[in-house]
């Protein structure tokens, strides 16, 4: 999906009901919550995955689970998994190269990927990729019809807010206010992105082999914000804005992630894996061409641009993982069980004081610029660990059964027990 427009889900749930993996391993979360446009819209206030830090040259194929999987994978698998295979090839270079924009002239885009494989003296691999993306905005506001310098009461008579709009239009004439250029962008946003990954594996004996990933993004997004109107005193410094402004937005996504383990063989039919992973999200925001309406005192010397703060997730993930094939009673049956060890962090930092301060003693003013403030900054950490087990078997190559279970421990919400039981028939191949 487009970079902040629209979170992945799966069967109509929200984002953070399916869990997104990476080369088999959990994908860490993003720091902000997704806001949505609409009360009651999909994934609304919830978090969940970035997925536009991941190359898009470096991806191979998209697997996707849609049976719900909270007994192997966990409580944020309801919905099912989505996993992210990476490209493995060697000896060969690909380079993709998209542009285009709209029929009205707006909207511009370019990416630009590449990928290149290399064999590490035919024991592995190093898969390396890099991708640029570049949008311009699209902006599909219509024309603002009501008052700019005048702001009418509600209660007034029709003959009076006549007057007054009539009033209102003689100071926008005269004052070359341009109202097509003021509505709230209802288009894309202006984005930059560019990011790289290194994928690869390394045998060191004819039966166990080292795994690793690592990936590195950032992309800026400006937006506009909506207008404030110079009728209203109380949210516009009328010395610094006459005709009001339209605040820009800047946030700064910065993404990294590593992923690394070993994984073997044993006997015939025995597998086995140890995987650590780590990722980090970060969000910076600022603004500009903005003001504290309660600096309106300072005049032209009041501040116009603001640091409003910063979120951070990050995610350690470390497991363990067994498999085994057996021949019972004639019928192939396969268990496989685990653990899984988590430690999440989430934190934020202040803004700027000016970004939420508020310096007019009446309160007549508007406070601020959204900044975070210094009584909802948090530091938050907590550990989760699972087991999970497995039993699968398929008789007659017509009739399978799977019974999985899993339980989870949250330091800070108790435990979660999840089982799961499926059957098949295939009545025809």
Same mark, same amino acid.
């Given at each position: 999906?487009?970079?902040?427009?629209?979170?992945? @889900?799966?069967?109509?749930?929200?984002?953070?009901?399916?869990?997104?993996?990476?080369?088999?391993?959990?994908?860490?979360?993003?720091?902000?919550?997704?806001?949505?446009?609409?009360?009651?819209?999909?994934?609304?206030?919830?978090?969940? /995955?970035? +997925?536009?830090?991941?190359?898009?040259?470096?991806?191979?194929?998209?697997?996707?689970?849609?049976?719900?999987?909270?007994?192997?994978?966990?409580?944020?698998?309801?919905?099912?998994?989505?996993?992210?295979?990476?490209?493995?090839?060697? =000896?060969?270079?690909?380079?993709?190269?998209?542009?285009?924009?709209?029929?009205?002239?707006?909207?511009?885009?370019?990416?630009?990927?590449?990928?290149?494989?290399?064999?590490?003296?035919?024991?592995?691999? +190093?898969?390396?990729?890099?991708?640029?993306?570049?949008?311009?905005?699209?902006?599909?506001?219509?024309?603002?019809?009501?008052?700019?310098?005048?702001?009418?009461?509600? $209660?007034?008579?029709?003959?009076?807010? +006549?007057?007054?709009?009539?009033?209102?239009? !003689?100071?926008?004439?005269?004052?070359?206010?341009?109202?097509?250029?003021?509505?709230?962008?209802?288009?894309?946003?202006?984005?930059? &992105?560019?990011?790289?990954?290194?994928? =690869?594996?390394?045998?060191?004996?004819?039966?166990?082999?080292?795994?690793?990933?690592?990936?590195? /993004?950032?992309?800026?997004?400006?937006?506009?914000?909506?207008?404030?109107?110079?009728?209203?005193?109380?949210?516009?410094?009328?010395?610094?804005?006459?005709?009001?402004?339209?605040?820009?937005?800047?946030?700064?996504? @910065?993404?990294?992630?590593?992923?690394? =383990?070993?994984?073997?063989?044993?006997?015939?039919?025995?597998?086995?894996?140890?995987?650590?992973?780590?990722?980090?999200? @970060?969000?910076?925001?600022?603004?500009?061409?903005?003001?504290?309406?309660?600096?309106?005192?300072?005049?032209?010397?009041?501040?116009?641009?603001?640091?409003?703060?910063?979120?951070?997730?990050?995610?350690?993930?470390?497991?363990?993982?067994?498999?085994?094939?057996?021949?019972?009673?004639?019928?192939?049956?396969?268990?496989?069980?685990?653990?899984?060890?988590?430690?999440?962090?989430?934190?934020?930092?202040?803004?700027?004081?000016?970004?939420?301060?508020?310096?007019?003693?009446?309160?007549?003013?508007?406070?601020?610029?959204?900044?975070?403030?210094?009584?909802?900054?948090?530091?938050?950490?907590?550990?989760?660990?699972?087991?999970?087990?497995?039993?699968? !078997?398929?008789?007659?190559?017509?009739?399978?059964?799977?019974?999985?279970?899993?339980?989870?421990?949250? /330091?800070? $919400?108790?435990? &979660?027990?999840?089982?799961?039981?499926?059957?098949?028939?295939?009545?025809?191949?």
């Amino acid at each position: 999906r487009e970079l902040l427009n629209e979170p992945v @889900t799966l069967r109509g749930l929200d984002p953070q009901h399916g869990l997104i993996l990476l080369n088999g391993t959990r994908y860490h979360n993003m720091a902000w919550f997704y806001g949505g446009g609409l009360k009651g819209q999909l994934g609304r206030g919830s978090a969940g /995955n970035d +997925l536009n830090a991941i190359p898009f040259s470096a991806v191979e194929r998209v697997e996707i689970l849609r049976d719900g999987a909270a007994a192997q994978y966990g409580s944020d698998a309801i919905a099912g998994v989505i996993n992210i295979r990476l490209k493995t090839s060697t =000896g060969n270079t690909s380079i993709r190269l998209h542009t285009g924009q709209y029929y009205k002239g707006d909207g511009g885009k370019v990416s630009f990927g590449i990928n290149r494989g290399f064999s590490l003296n035919q024991k592995g691999f +190093l898969n390396f990729s890099a991708d640029f993306r570049y949008q311009e905005p699209a902006l599909r506001g219509g024309e603002y019809q009501g008052t700019v310098y005048i702001n009418i009461p509600s $209660g007034t008579s029709i003959a009076n807010s +006549l007057r007054l709009k009539a009033l209102d239009d !003689s100071l926008v004439n005269a004052r070359g206010f341009n109202r097509k250029a003021v509505m709230d962008n209802f288009g894309t946003l202006k984005i930059r &992105s560019g990011g790289v990954l290194m994928n =690869g594996r390394y045998s060191v004996s004819q039966r166990t082999s080292l795994f690793w990933t690592a990936i590195a /993004n950032q992309r800026n997004v400006w937006r506009d914000d909506v207008y404030r109107y110079p009728k209203n005193p109380a949210q516009v410094n009328l010395a610094l804005y006459p005709d009001g402004f339209q605040a820009k937005s800047h946030s700064i996504t @910065t993404d990294f992630s590593t992923i690394g =383990g070993i994984k073997g063989k044993t006997g015939k039919d025995g597998q086995w894996a140890v995987t650590s992973s780590y990722g980090r999200n @970060t969000l910076r925001s600022h603004t500009t061409h903005n003001n504290n309406a309660s600096q309106s005192f300072m005049g032209r010397n009041a501040p116009t641009s603001f640091y409003t703060g910063k979120v951070v997730y990050q995610q350690l993930t470390n497991n363990v993982h067994v498999s085994k094939k057996y021949i019972r009673w004639q019928e192939s049956w396969n268990v496989a069980a685990g653990a899984e060890w988590r430690i999440e962090n989430y934190h934020n930092e202040a803004g700027d004081s000016a970004s939420w301060h508020n310096y007019d003693p009446t309160g007549r003013t508007q406070a601020g610029v959204g900044g975070i403030r210094p009584e909802d900054v948090i530091n938050k950490t907590r550990n989760v660990g699972a087991v999970y087990l497995d039993l699968e !078997s398929e008789w007659a190559g017509r009739f399978l059964l799977n019974v999985a279970a899993r339980y989870e421990y949250y /330091n800070d $919400g108790g435990g &979660s027990l999840a089982g799961k039981l499926a059957v098949r028939y295939r009545f025809s191949d």
